[in-house]
């Protein structure tokens, strides 16, 4: 349904934790001139966890309107609680987003069939097009290839972001559900490979910093032209390795203030960059061109 590089849009804020909507407004304009495929709002990068419920929808809202049909807006809308996340997603569709992505319940550590049910249910409660997404390093759950095989049966769940970094398991959902969903890579720095292997994109965090580079990468690879993608993906290496040296967003909201397209802006726990990891970041910045 959706292809290429989407980036997992960070949520710009002022030094007291406000959303910046200039800022918002710029990043759009941002992604769109450079060509990235489709702007995941209010994701994990954007710091859903830390967005109350009012916030979370007002920045689905205004992507949507902002995008204004030139690109693909997918909402953030997953939660620990179903309930919760059901309300997210109507709220997503309300806002006229064209799918919703949906991270595992985080901390609960549901069963097998506590993560089928949960899924199931949201797509029942909400006719939008819907992806999963496993991250187990983040969520301390990991969604098994077999729970997303009985998932893949549902109409609107339409794919899977497949973080894991693992390639052999990517490529068995591929093998296992790729008629009946999209498998896309969440790793940015086997996304190339993973694209190689049939999967149709790749949720990116690069994406914020070299918007450009990664659509024309992820176009690449989707052709099946190797060469290309492996050069243009060599640029990016020190981007997809050094924007996780502290924890997602933290990294890519420095690089992006360091750019002059946000400002410093995070909201606690979690914290500014350390200042340690700037020449890291910047010499990444650099090598990406």
Request: aromatic content about 4%.
């Amino acid at each position: 349904m959706f292809s290429g590089s989407m980036v997992a849009l960070v949520t710009p804020m002022a030094g007291d934790g406000s959303v910046d909507q200039k800022s918002l407004e710029n990043l759009v304009e941002f992604h769109i001139e450079n060509g990235t495929d489709a702007i995941v709002a209010v994701g994990t990068t954007g710091e859903s966890a830390t967005l109350n419920e009012k916030e979370h929808c007002h920045v689905i809202k205004q992507v949507v309107e902002l995008a204004d049909n030139r690109i693909p807006v997918i909402a953030g809308t997953g939660a620990n609680s179903t309930t919760e996340a059901i309300e997210l997603t109507q709220c997503a569709m309300q806002a006229g987003a064209d799918a919703c992505l949906l991270v595992t319940p985080y901390y609960n550590k549901p069963t097998q069939e506590g993560l089928y049910l949960h899924f199931k249910k949201i797509a029942e409660s909400v006719a939008i097009p819907q992806i999963l997404y496993n991250v187990p390093g983040r969520t301390a759950v990991d969604m098994l290839p077999e729970t997303i095989a009985r998932l893949a049966g549902i109409s609107n769940i339409v794919g899977i972001k497949e973080a894991t970094g693992d390639l052999q398991r990517g490529k068995q959902i591929i093998d296992e559900c790729g008629d009946k969903l999209d498998v896309y890579s969440g790793d940015d720095a086997t996304a190339m490979e993973l694209i190689l292997l049939g999967a149709r994109g790749d949720i990116s965090v690069t994406a914020n910093i070299a918007p450009k580079a990664m659509h024309e990468m992820c176009s690449a690879a989707l052709a099946g032209d190797r060469e290309t993608a492996s050069q243009i993906n060599n640029r990016l290496t020190a981007l997809h390795n050094k924007l996780f040296v502290e924890s997602n967003p933290i990294p890519v909201k420095w690089a992006l203030y360091e750019m002059g397209l946000i400002p410093e802006g995070i909201r606690l726990p979690l914290t500014p960059l350390d200042s340690q990891y700037y020449a890291v970041i910047r010499d990444a910045i650099k090598q990406a061109s």
